[in-house]
């Protein structure tokens, strides 16, 4: 449960506890949204595609999300972490889209993969920022690893999602089209996130 006090050892403010909740929705959607895009692997292989196949798309996804991550850690706050977060959570539901829209492997299943990992390192990186900016030194580790914890549940329920739309029937697009509704609403939840941060400052 989220610990109630806060900077200082104060009780948080309502602001406060809402940020830490509509940061947790948003990361958990996300990662949600990232989990079921798990089932790349076995798409590609539904296409005719093998494990190397795959292996080539997460290959070329990875210098792109590289120089993201590489940018952000070098300039952290020229844009605004929520900001990049919503940024980045429409990219992926754009990319997502993009994999379900794709019948065969090529260029614009390559295009989807390097979209959906460099969003992905944008909002691994942004999330831990907002819940920095509402930490003290004595409880930042704490509240960092509420937002990086529940990434990582996001990536279990994801896959354990997919397999379950898998089950009742739908396509891998439809399942990819399911992530693209996570990811949209992770960014629709910003809104909120953003009005909240806005009373805090």
């Known amino acids: 449960m989220i610990a109630d006090t ?8 309502s602001a406060e506890r809402a940020v830490l909740w509509l940061l947790i929705g948003c990361v958990l959607l996300a990662s949600s949204a990232y989990g079921v895009l798990l089932l790349l692997g076995p798409y590609v292989k539904s296409l005719g595609g093998n494990e190397a196949t795959y292996g080539v798309l997460c290959a070329v996804a990875a210098p792109a999300a590289a120089v993201a991550l590489l940018l952000l850690l070098r300039y952290p706050r020229r844009v605004a972490p929520h900001r990049l977060l919503a940024g980045a959570c429409l990219l992926y539901a754009a990319a997502a889209l993009l994999a379900a829209s794709t019948g065969s492997v090529g260029g614009w299943l390559v295009t989807a993969s390097i979209v959906l990992g460099t969003a992905w390192s944008v909002t691994y990186t942004a999330a831990p920022m907002i819940a920095s900016d509402l930490a003290t030194d004595a409880d930042r580790a704490t509240l960092i690893g509420y937002a990086t914890g529940t990434i990582q549940a996001g990536f279990g329920v994801g896959p354990v999602l ?15 089209v399911a992530g693209a509704g996570l990811a949209l609403a992770a960014a629709l939840l910003v809104i909120p996130l953003a009005a909240c941060l806005r009373r805090l400052s």
């Open 6 to 13: 806060g900077r200082g050892g104060r009780r948080r403010s």
């Open 162 to 176: 997919g397999n379950a739309l898998r089950r009742a029937g739908l396509s891998y697009q439809e399942v990819f």
